[in-house]
């Protein structure tokens, strides 16, 4: 196969980016569809050709035998290329010229497929023995963006290399690395990946759908009817390409995947005649020569996430379903109908682009989530090794039922929404009320989606604003819905450590048909209900949320506290501003790399990045670790809200300071005019929990606040206030 321009282009990069007194670490940023491999099999044998005392050792995550395929690929893309696996080198060791291909998790997991210890040993013995004997090691690490762990960090560190490429269609950003970036008009003018992403291309602008036929089966209607333009566009050509739709189920969809078989099954396309597949994690039917050109197959079901290295140019459609509005694209995905089947554009639109169709509403900002910002970076970085060590005493959740009255929350809902938007006697006049502040009212599911065109990626950033929206209707069908509406109520319960039944019974008695002694703000029928709760998800979810912060008479219910052990967790995925003009590390935070522009990046507030600037350059403190703010394997204190319900508290830092423990919580501070940017109505009440956490375990804390018209951290230690000229507030300073 003839090399392309940006390919050659690569390499030569990739050459010049091996000089020895040049930066460690390389990126390869390689769209889908690229050749990435085809550039790194290339470029390898190209180097070693001219460095005789080499080898590469090429490593690659997960299941599904990408590091066999990457082999495979370089004896073919490179003859007479010394190549090997893993048990190759376990027999033989390593040699000049070698190019091992190894799976990074056989070499560090617990299982019965990886490494015994002394397996593991004589795999290092064999590296020291070539290293010894002169053999310098270069690193590849293949789809880098993947489950790179603290471990993998380890396995590379034992080759003691001094270059290591990361390839990555969506690698995470590193300020000290030399970025190799193949652009993607690049890839599309050499006619390797599709010209045009269209999105629910032929969308009328409102679709209205009938009990018989839902979502599902008018997004399947759609792509096969684009397949078989398709099919006869390239019959017209001559070509044997048989065009293949993917269907993306969401995780734990059973009864979608169920849906979907059927409705292929009523079109003849199934398992038994070859024509349906199903590639899912615990189930493959009928893959074999999916990724033939002429394969057999009309469609494939994937999940979620689809197996790395999974290669078939001939998906041309993408099916993108869902059961809630939280199911996100990943580039990844959309990267598998992109490449050409024959790796060359035909000069017809329609075959020349890929077909994405979806009723997602969110697959934009999906995609956004998945491309970094421009101006953010992500990398992920690994503990020091004197911190490792440290504990705290952590404290959780009772394990015990919740102790939260259902009656109390029930009320405290009902009397939230009345005084949020000043609801009356009058049930009419406060469906008027509530539907002016935003909330749906209608006998329909009501959603919305995009219809447009995207050349590349990097402009589906801002599809949705140059996309022609268009809205889907659904009537309400409490037994088709039915799944739907519970996962709503569960969701929104979720949000609000109520239970189920609680949150059920709550949504049916403020504003359904049962009764609330006089306090119901609306009286819906149980399909007016279905669909209120559906389309007004999100809404109810903040609302409720919001009303069980505000103030309300309740008794505790003298909830005990669960304590555990607290380490600082090895590894940490940060993000930094990859614009600042300081790109150095800091030398207090506990995890090695970390950049000093985190302290500035978009994830951090300006109290945040100005407390970390002073931790930095002050001489007192020792060292600094940024908390997390959700997850067992993060600080908290447990705190109360006002139905005396146990919530968590993740303070911000935790840090050494003249040889003291100091725990911070940063909240908003005030501006030049003296008014507080503080949104956290709780930052009272965990305030009181700090000060009686670090009572209890002695040792120090406090709250932090930046002040504008002073210019500086102010701290209490005691209690929280708005009010800046409160007792409580003093300068932050080192004593």
Not at 157 to 171: M, Y
Not at 448 to 462: P, V
Not at 521 to 542: G, H, S, T
């Amino acid at each position: 196969m003839g090399l392309k321009t940006f390919q050659i282009e690569a390499i030569a990069r990739l050459n010049a980016a091996m000089e020895p007194q040049g930066r460690r670490d390389i990126i390869l940023k390689s769209p889908t569809g690229s050749g990435k491999t085809i550039i790194l099999t290339h470029f390898m044998a190209e180097y070693m050709r001219g460095h005789a005392k080499t080898a590469f050792v090429w490593l690659t995550p997960g299941e599904g035998n990408l590091e066999e395929q990457s082999k495979a690929k370089m004896d073919i893309y490179c003859h007479g290329a010394s190549t090997k696996l893993l048990q190759d080198v376990m027999t033989g060791g390593f040699a000049a010229g070698d190019a091992v291909f190894i799976n990074w998790q056989k070499l560090n997991r617990d299982s019965n497929n990886a490494l015994k210890e002394g397996e593991r040993t004589n795999f290092i013995e064999w590296i020291e023995k070539a290293r010894s004997g002169g053999l310098a090691f270069k690193v590849v690490i293949d789809e880098s963006h993947h489950s790179f762990t603290e471990k993998t960090d380890a396995v590379v560190k034992w080759f003691k290399t001094d270059k290591i490429i990361r390839a990555s269609a969506t690698p995470d950003s590193n300020p000290s690395a030399i970025l190799i970036d193949i652009p993607e008009e690049d890839v599309i003018a050499a006619g390797l990946i599709k010209k045009v992403i269209h999105i629910n291309p032929g969308f009328p602008m409102q679709i209205e759908l009938d009990e018989d036929r839902d979502r599902t089966c008018y997004l399947l209607e759609k792509a096969m009817q684009k397949r078989s333009e398709l099919v006869q566009a390239f019959r017209e050509l001559g070509s044997g390409v048989n065009p293949l739709v993917l269907v993306q189920l969401p995780n734990n969809s059973d009864a979608l995947l169920e849906t979907v078989e059927k409705w292929f099954a009523t079109e003849k396309i199934d398992v038994e005649r070859g024509t349906f597949a199903v590639w899912l994690a615990k189930r493959k039917e009928n893959v074999e020569g999916l990724a033939d050109n002429e394969g057999k197959q009309i469609a494939v079901v994937i999940k979620q996430a689809v197996a790395t290295g999974w290669d078939c140019p001939r998906a041309h459609i993408l099916v993108k379903l869902r059961e809630n509005m939280d199911e996100r694209f990943e580039i990844q995905t959309i990267g598998r109908i992109r490449r050409m089947p024959e790796a060359r554009h035909y000069g017809n639109d329609l075959l020349d682009g890929c077909y994405l169709y979806t009723f997602d509403e969110r697959f934009t900002a999906g995609v956004i989530g998945s491309i970094s910002d421009v101006d953010v970076g992500v990398k992920k970085i690994f503990i020091k090794a004197e911190h490792k060590a440290f504990s705290l005493v952590k404290e959780q959740r009772t394990s015990v039922a919740d102790t939260r009255d259902s009656e109390q929350a029930l009320h405290a809902v009902a009397d939230w929404f009345r005084k949020k938007y000043k609801l009356g006697k009058s049930l009419e006049e406060n469906c008027v009320r509530l539907e002016t502040v935003g909330y749906k009212f209608d006998d329909r599911i009501v959603g919305n989606t995009f219809s447009g065109d995207a050349a590349t990626l990097d402009e589906l950033k801002s599809a949705n604003r140059k996309m022609n929206q268009v809205e889907i209707g659904v009537p309400v069908n409490t037994h088709r819905h039915g799944r739907e509406f519970h996962h709503c109520i569960g969701e929104i319960g979720a949000a609000n450590a109520l239970p189920y039944d609680d949150m059920r019974m709550i949504l049916h008695r403020v504003f359904g048909t049962k009764p609330l002694d006089g306090a119901k703000c609306l009286r819906l029928e149980a399909r007016m209900m279905y669909a209120f709760v559906i389309n007004n998800m999100k809404r109810l979810r903040d609302d409720i949320a919001e009303a069980m912060s505000a103030e309300f008479k309740f008794t505790t219910g003298g909830n005990k506290v669960v304590e555990k052990e607290f380490h600082i967790p090895h590894e940490y995925l940060c993000a930094y501003s990859v614009t600042a003009r300081n790109q150095g590390e800091s030398q207090k935070n506990v995890y090695e790399g970390y950049p000093l522009s985190a302290m500035t990046a978009k994830t951090r507030s300006s109290g945040e990045a100005k407390f970390e600037k002073w931790c930095e350059r002050m001489d007192g403190v020792e060292w600094v670790y940024r908390n997390g703010d959700k997850g067992d394997e993060y600080f908290s204190i447990v705190y109360e809200d006002n139905s005396g319900h146990q919530r968590l508290f993740y303070p911000d830092y935790i840090l050494r300071m003249n040889g003291e423990i100091w725990i911070v919580e940063v909240k908003g501070g005030w501006t030049a005019s003296g008014s507080s940017e503080n949104i956290d109505e709780f930052a009272a009440k965990k305030a009181a929990a700090l000060a009686a956490y670090c009572k209890r375990h002695g040792l120090h804390g406090g709250f932090v606040c930046y002040d504008e018209s002073g210019d500086e951290l102010l701290i209490s230690e005691n209690g929280y206030s708005d009010d800046i000229k409160a007792d409580c507030w003093h300068e932050l300073t080192v004593t």
